[in-house]
C-alpha cells in the first residue's frame, strides 16, 4: 500500500528527488528497491555471489548498511577485524551494527580470539544469554572462577540455556556453588515449563544419593498417573520423592482429579516441604483447568512457596469460588511488585468493598481509575465516574514532523515498511524513541500516521503519560469499509474497530504466525466457512486481505458468536481469539460476575486479548459517539457451561 507523505516531508521528497535525478528518480528508486529485495533473497539463500554483484548498485541505497551487513554476515569467519570495525563505525547507531557485533563476538569466540573479544565486549550492552556465558568464559580466563557468579541466575530457568553455558555450570557444581538443593530446584522449573528433556537431564545428573535413573523417570513421564496409583516410589529415599513430585507435576496438566486420589494416599509419606511443593503445583494446575475445589486445594498449600504465576491462579481460584475472603488473602500474600499489578489492585479493591472497608476501597478505585485500560475503567465505573478520556494534547508543527521525518534511523523505517520488512522496522524504531518525552512520542506517533504506519502510531501513542492524543491511541482507517461491515451485520461499530486494533494494528495485509489475515486477522479455514454461510461462490483465497472483505467477513464471524454466546461481548471476544468451543468450556458451573470470567480466562493471551478489546471498545464508543453502555453492563454475568453449546456446532 503507498505510503502518504505529510505536508512537511513533502518538501524533503522534492529536494531528495530533485538530487537523484529529477524525473527519472521514481522509476531509479524502484528499480534500486528491486535490486534491494533480490539482495535480501540472496542473503537469505547464502548467495554471496549474487549479493556481491548487486551490492555496488545499492551503495547509495537508503538501506546500504543491510547490504553491507548481508555481506559481512556471510563472512564473519574470514573477515579481518579491521574491515568489521570499520561497518561498526560506519553504520553505528543502526540496529543491524549492534546484530553484527554480537554475532561478531559468537564468532570470535568459537574460534577462540578471546584478545580481540575483549576489546568489543566493552562495546556492547547485549543481554544475549549465550553471549553472557561467552562473556564469563573470557573473564574467567583472566579473573578465575570469580567470574562464574555473573551466570549463576541463568541457572535457575526452565528453559534450556545455550551450550555456552554448560561448561560454566559445570564449574559452579564442582565448586559446590550450585548445591544439589540449586539442581533440584531446576529440576522442578524444568518440569513446571514442561521442558521434559531438560527435567530428564538434570535428575539423571544429579549425585548418586539424589539421582534418579533414566528408566525409572522415562517410566513415570510414559504414564505418571498410572506410576502414582501403584505408588511406585521409594518415599523416604530423595530420588523417589523428587519422581513422585514430577509424576504429580505431568499427571496434573492432564486430570487434576485423578491425579489428586492418588497423591492424597502418598503425600502423608513425605516431607512437609516436599507435601506442600505438591499441593501447591496440583492446585495450579486444578486453577488453570477451572476445577470446582481448586481454591479449597490452594488453602493446602499454605506456606508452600508459591511462583507468580501459581500466585495469580491462587486469587483466580477465589474468584472462581466467588469467595472474597480468599481473595484478599491470595493477594496479601503476593509479593509486593505483583500485588501492584491492576488486576490485584481491582480485586482487592473489591475485597476491601466485601470487608466493610469502603473507605480503603474507594481510595484504590481512584488511583486506579486514573489509568486507561480493562481496570482503570471497571474503578472509574465503580465510583460513578464517566468515560471521559483525556483532552488532545496539542498537535506537533509541520516542522516539528519534518525534522523527525528527516532522521536517518526514520526514513530507515518508512523504507522498510514500503518494503514489507516489519520486523526490520519494529527495529529501527524501538531505539528512536527510548527515552524519549511525551512530546516526542506524539510527534513520532503522528508522523507514524501519516505515513500509513497505524501500528507504529497506535503503540507510540499508548506510551505517553502525561500528555495524551487519544485519536492517535484509537485510530479509525479504513472507517467506510468497518461502517458498512458493521451495517451489514447488525454489529457494533466500535466493536470491530476494538477487534481490529487489537489483532492487527489496521495492517490490512498483516499475517500472523498461525495463519490469520488481514484487518480481522480471519484465518483461511475460517473464510471459506463465511463464505459458504453467506453464499459468496465467488470468494477465493487470494481476496482475504481484501479490507472490503475482510472486515464484512469478520463482521459475520463475530456476529455469529454474539448470537451463540448469550450476545455477550467478553465471550464472543474470547471465541474470536481461542476458538468457540474453548470460549463454551471456560463457562463457569455456577453464574459468575462477567469481570471475574474475564480475569480467570486459562489462556494467558486470550485472557490480555479480551481485556482489551473490551477496554478498546469503550474508547472507541466514545469517540465514535455512540450511546453510553458501562462495561460492567456489557460484561454482565456469565450463565453455566453447556448453554447454547449445541448452536456453535460446526463453527470453526
Not at 200 to 227: K, N, S
Not at 255 to 284: H, S
Not at 327 to 339: E, Q, S
Request: charged fraction near 25%; charge should be positive.
Amino acid at each position: 500500500m503507498p505510503l502518504r507523505l505529510p505536508t512537511a516531508s513533502l518538501v524533503i521528497a522534492v529536494a531528495l528527488a530533485i538530487a537523484g535525478g529529477g524525473a527519472f528518480a521514481p522509476r531509479a528508486r524502484a528499480q534500486s528497491d528491486a535490486d534491494f529485495l533480490a539482495a535480501k533473497a540472496a542473503y537469505e539463500k547464502t548467495d554471496r555471489a549474487t549479493l556481491d554483484v548487486l551490492a555496488p548498485k545499492l551503495s547509495g541505497h537508503l538501506l546500504a548498511p543491510y547490504v553491507r551487513y548481508w555481506q559481512l554476515r556471510l563472512r564473519l569467519d574470514t573477515t579481518d577485524a579491521e574491515t568489521i570495525r570499520a561497518f561498526l563505525a560506519r553504520d553505528s547507531g543502526a540496529p543491524v551494527a549492534d546484530e553484527l557485533r554480537v554475532a561478531w563476538l559468537k564468532s570470535l569466540a568459537s574460534r577462540g580470539q578471546w584478545d580481540t573479544f575483549g576489546v568489543e565486549l566493552a562495546r556492547t550492552a547485549s543481554d544475549d544469554p549465550e553471549l553472557a556465558c561467552l562473556a564469563a568464559q573470557y573473564r574467567r580466563q583472566r579473573e578465575g572462577d570469580a567470574a562464574l557468579a555473573a551466570v549463576k541466575p541463568l541457572w535457575f530457568s526452565g528453559r534450556s540455556q545455550p551450550e555456552a553455558c554448560a561448561p560454566l555450570f559445570d564449574a559452579l557444581i564442582a565448586k559446590g556453588d550450585l548445591t544439589v538443593a540449586d539442581r533440584v530446584a531446576r529440576l522442578r522449573l524444568a518440569a513446571a515449563a514442561g521442558n521434559v528433556r531438560l527435567a530428564q537431564a538434570i535428575a539423571t545428573a544429579l549425585p548418586p544419593r539424589e539421582r534418579i535413573a533414566e528408566r525409572d523417570f522415562a517410566r513415570v513421564d510414559r504414564d505418571p498417573l498410572a506410576a502414582l496409583n501403584r505408588a511406585e516410589f521409594v518415599l523416604k529415599q530423595p530420588p523417589g520423592r523428587e519422581l513422585a513430585l514430577y509424576a504429580v507435576e505431568r499427571a496434573a496438566r492432564k486430570d487434576p482429579q485423578a491425579t489428586r486420589a492418588a497423591w492424597i494416599k502418598l503425600r502423608p509419606l513425605v516431607p512437609e516441604a516436599d507435601r506442600l511443593y505438591g499441593n501447591g503445583r496440583l492446585a495450579f494446575h486444578a486453577a488453570r483447568q477451572h476445577v470446582p475445589d481448586a481454591n479449597l486445594w490452594y488453602r493446602e498449600a499454605a506456606g508452600a512457596p508459591l511462583s507468580d504465576e501459581q500466585h495469580a491462579w491462587r486469587v483466580r481460584a477465589a474468584l472462581r469460588a466467588q469467595d472474597m475472603g480468599d481473595v484478599a488473602a491470595a493477594i496479601d500474600a503476593m509479593p509486593a511488585a505483583l500485588a501492584q499489578d491492576p488486576a490485584w489492585r481491582y480485586w482487592r479493591a473489591r475485597a476491601y468493598v466485601a470487608d466493610g472497608r469502603v473507605e480503603e476501597a474507594k481510595r484504590a478505585y481512584a488511583e486506579l481509575a486514573k489509568e486507561f485500560h480493562f481496570y482503570g475503567l471497571l474503578a472509574a465505573e465503580t465510583l460513578g465516574l464517566p468515560l471521559a478520556p483525556p483532552a488532545r494534547a496539542t498537535p506537533p508543527t509541520p516542522e516539528e514532523l519534518a525534522a523527525f521525518g528527516a532522521r536517518p534511523a526514520v526514513s530507515r523505517v518508512v523504507k522498510l515498511a514500503q518494503l514489507d520488512m516489519r520486523t526490520e522496522a519494529l527495529r529501527e524504531w524501538i531505539p528512536v524513541l527510548r527515552g524519549a518525552d511525551d512530546v516526542l512520542l506524539l510527534v513520532a506517533a503522528e508522523f507514524a500516521r501519516q505515513q500509513g504506519l497505524h501500528d507504529r502510531a497506535i503503540n507510540t501513542a499508548d506510551r505517553t503519560v502525561a500528555r495524551h492524543d487519544f485519536t492517535l491511541r484509537y485510530l479509525t482507517p479504513y472507517k467506510p469499509q468497518f461502517t458498512a461491515a458493521a451495517k451489514g451485520q447488525d454489529v457494533d461499530e466500535a466493536v470491530l474497530f476494538a477487534i481490529a486494533r487489537q489483532e492487527s494494528r489496521f495492517i490490512a495485509d498483516i499475517v500472523s504466525s498461525a495463519g490469520a489475515q488481514g484487518l480481522m486477522q480471519i484465518m483461511p479455514a475460517t473464510a471459506r466457512w463465511i463464505a459458504k454461510q453467506l453464499g459468496d461462490g465467488g470468494y477465493r483465497p487470494s481476496q482475504i486481505t481484501d479490507p472490503e472483505l475482510n472486515t464484512r467477513y469478520g463482521a459475520f464471524y463475530f456476529r455469529h458468536l454474539l448470537d451463540r454466546l448469550d450476545n455477550q461481548p467478553a465471550l464472543a471476544a474470547a471465541a474470536y481469539n481461542a476458538g468457540p468451543g474453548r470460549a463454551q468450556a471456560w463457562r463457569p458451573v455456577a453464574p459468575l460476575e462477567g469481570a471475574a470470567w474475564v480475569e480467570t480466562i486459562p489462556f494467558n493471551e486470550t485472557r490480555d486479548y479480551v481485556k482489551k478489546v473490551l477496554a478498546n471498545l469503550m474508547f472507541y464508543s466514545h469517540a465514535l459517539g455512540r450511546p453510553a453502555q458501562p462495561l460492567t453492563a456489557r460484561l454482565a454475568t456469565v450463565a453455566p457451561r453447556g448453554t447454547n453449546g449445541n448452536a456453535l456446532a460446526g463453527t470453526p
